[in-house]
């Protein structure tokens, strides 16, 4: 059997063991899902002892994404064998969209070991809904997650990276990354604007740049917008690059899960 909880919770005091997320927890469920939308319309829940796993690729096969949720971040969590639970996602978040978390409020997710439903059960003082969220074998691909061998790390905080989507990636379709010894370059040239923002490692604006080789790639600003409706849930982001590799972002859920995303770079057409 499955079985996860989420509960209602009181104000919660940060520290380095409780972690409190905007929208809380079932908030980053229904963010993570969302942003997952954006890019397929299924996906496989491999539900481990450890935790929740989802990886999709699009069907252009421009991105891979790679998702771990651990069982430390649901209150509540059994999981006594492996189980595939292949869902639509809009089905989901149209369950989950609206719902609040008044007082005493739970969200209870279930299945036996031989699924062919998900059951959904929202309990509050006022009332109890249930659904029954059918579920699909789905022919999916194995994703072989890339072996990542960087000339460049950046480390940057979320609230730099959000310039890019806000202030920067406006003015066309794509968004170049130049990085140089100390400092790194996002830039975007679009028909009548030009943009870019420097960011340089001088131990006091929470850049980390790490570079053995100058190194320039582009990718598409679609997925640097769908990466930050997610960011928030992390407080830096990880970017690496490398020759005849794809461009690497990763999030980290304060050590309780990650999104990792893995993004083919714009082909010069010159070459």
């Not at 059997?1 to 980053?28: P, R, V």
């Not at 149209?94 to 209870?108: E, R």
């Not at 299945?111 to 109890?128: A, G, H, V």
Request: negative net charge; aromatic residues 8%.
């Amino acid at each position: 059997m499955f079985e996860l909880e989420i509960h209602y919770a009181q104000k919660e005091k940060e520290d380095k063991q409780q972690i409190s997320f905007i929208g809380g927890k079932l908030g980053l469920l229904r963010k993570i899902l969302e942003s997952l939308s954006e890019i397929v319309d299924h996906v496989e829940l491999k539900v481990k002892e450890h935790g929740i796993e989802m990886q999709v690729m699009d069907s252009m096969h421009v991105v891979l994404v790679d998702v771990f949720l651990s069982r430390a971040l649901f209150d509540k969590y059994r999981c006594d064998r492996d189980i595939i639970l292949g869902i639509k996602i809009k089905s989901l978040i149209t369950i989950l969209k609206d719902l609040t978390f008044p007082a005493n409020s739970l969200l209870h997710i279930s299945c036996n070991d031989n699924p062919d439903k998900m059951s959904i059960c929202y309990k509050q003082p006022q009332y109890t809904l249930n659904w029954d969220l059918s579920l699909y074998s789905f022919d999916n691909e194995v994703f072989e997650i890339p072996n990542i061998i960087s000339t460049c790390e950046i480390v940057m905080s979320v609230q730099q990276f959000l310039v890019l989507p806000k202030l920067v990636g406006i003015f066309g379709e794509f968004l170049s990354i130049d990085a140089s010894k100390d400092v790194v370059i996002f830039k975007q040239v679009g028909d009548t604007t030009s943009a870019d923002m420097t960011l340089k490692k001088d131990g006091e604006n929470e850049v980390e740049i790490n570079v053995t080789e100058p190194i320039k790639r582009e990718m598409a600003m679609k997925y640097i917008n769908i990466i930050s409706k997610v960011a928030s849930m992390s407080s830096n982001v990880k970017i690496q690059m490398g020759e005849e590799i794809p461009i690497f972002i990763e999030l980290n859920i304060f050590n309780l899960g990650h999104l990792r995303y893995f993004v083919a770079p714009k082909i010069d057409s010159d070459n």
